[in-house]
């Protein structure tokens, strides 16, 4: 096994791999994330599975470890434990000095 030589050993790692295997490691986390900030989103409400009437526990637990759903569904899901939607879009790769102009794709 090759030794590190960096202290930052997660830019060693990167440096290693190919462009494409990074992508792809970097949407899992990304997918894993999701799923755990909608469970836990759920648990600050102060909620269990069982106490949302709008979906059943089972149909609450395929949608709390999905990466990728439809937004109404989303949306039904936030309302059910008391929050709301908001979809806002950006520019991509402006300089962070720069004031990022938003716009507000859905409120609700």
Do not use: C, P, W
Request: proline share 0%.
């Amino acid at each position: 096994m090759r030794k590190l030589k960096s202290n930052n050993a997660i830019d060693e790692l990167k440096s290693m791999m190919k462009k494409e295997s990074i992508e792809r490691a970097e949407v899992k986390a990304q997918d894993m994330l999701f799923k755990i900030k909608l469970s836990e989103l759920r648990k600050e409400a102060g909620l269990k599975q069982q106490d949302i009437e709008a979906f059943s526990q089972s149909g609450l637990s395929k949608i709390e470890s999905r990466s990728d759903m439809r937004i109404s569904t989303l949306r039904e899901y936030l309302h059910s434990i008391g929050m709301e939607l908001e979809i806002r879009a950006r520019k991509i790769n402006i300089e962070k000095t720069a004031k990022k102009k938003e716009y507000i794709l859905l409120k609700g």
